[in-house]
């Protein structure tokens, strides 16, 4: 997942995941509130979080490809593994993303 600072450069940055076939799905949420601390002040922004759906071979391409694109000095950037998932599901993802 990552978080961005407006809807555009959210979208942006999912159709280009979706292109070089680092994601099957990308999740564009809703703005929501962040609240958080950075350089000793606490800041408050609107953001929205991506939700990308991808395997655990792609995370580093995955990585490049948001840091080479992201506007933050220090994007978010965390992935979670998958424990459990409807099986043909989890295999959209294989087959929809690059090997």
């Excluded at 990552?2 to 979706?18: E, F, G, I, M």
């Excluded at 953001?47 to 991808?54: A, D, F, G, V, W």
């Excluded at 220090?74 to 087959?95: F, N, Q, R």
């Amino acid at each position: 997942m990552t978080s961005l600072p407006d809807q555009d450069t959210a979208r942006s940055l999912a159709h280009k995941l979706l292109e070089e076939k680092l994601a099957a799905c990308i999740n564009v949420m809703p703005p929501m509130t962040s609240i958080y601390q950075w350089k000793g002040e606490v800041c408050e922004d609107s953001e929205y979080l991506l939700l990308i759906k991808t395997r655990q071979a792609c995370y580093a391409q995955v990585e490049t490809l948001i840091r080479a694109h992201h506007p933050y000095q220090l994007p978010e950037i965390i992935a979670t593994g998958i424990s459990h998932g409807l099986p043909d599901y989890l295999g959209w993802i294989e087959e929809s993303t690059q090997e």
